[in-house]
């Protein structure tokens, strides 16, 4: 299996380290967004990473498709319960650090778009989103004690955060849960570079 990815990309982070945690072999190929690959907008009309491309050549796209596909291969270290509620929370924190992470890209671009001419307010009410998304994961971090796609989609979208916003770093007892899942050595091995 090929994913299609970029080293930078918040939401191809998620799926390798699903891959990396479930010990599936996926061969990685870097994607210049400037100047995207025929071969990715061969697989995925929209060109946006991740894309997966099986052996059969079949695709799968977007992220949370991608992880419910590796998660569904084997059942080495289930990322996404099977069934029931349990496994719609998971899929619901997933959603919430996804648009976080959403956020983020669309303040980071605002502020390389115009730089010294942003939008203050558009600039204000996003940290502002962004703090108070801190405070409602911190006020429930037990919820992400346990290692599944939640806190793996938490991680991506503070990772991406701390590369691209270091100002908006997260502080205190999130600070100190982030530190913690950061020494896992599939977090460790993702962490978001150029
Ligand atoms: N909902 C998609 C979002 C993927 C996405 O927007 N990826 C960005 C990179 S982080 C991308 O491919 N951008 C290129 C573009 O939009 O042209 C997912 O979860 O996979």
Redesign the pocket.
Known sequence: MKLLY?K?????R?PRIIALEKEISLELIDED?KN?SPRLLDANP?????TLILDNNKTV????V?CQYLDSLSDKNIMIPRGGWERIEILRWEAFA?DL??MA?NLYMEKIRHPGAFNTDFVALSEKNIRDAYAHIEKRLTELNHFNLAPVAVVSAIGYIHFRLPHLQVKGALFQWFEEISQRPSIDQTIPVL
């Open positions: 970029t930078r990309s918040p939401y191809a998620k967004l995207k929209l060109g946006k990473v991740p796209y977007d992220s949370p991608i996804d992470t959403g890209i």
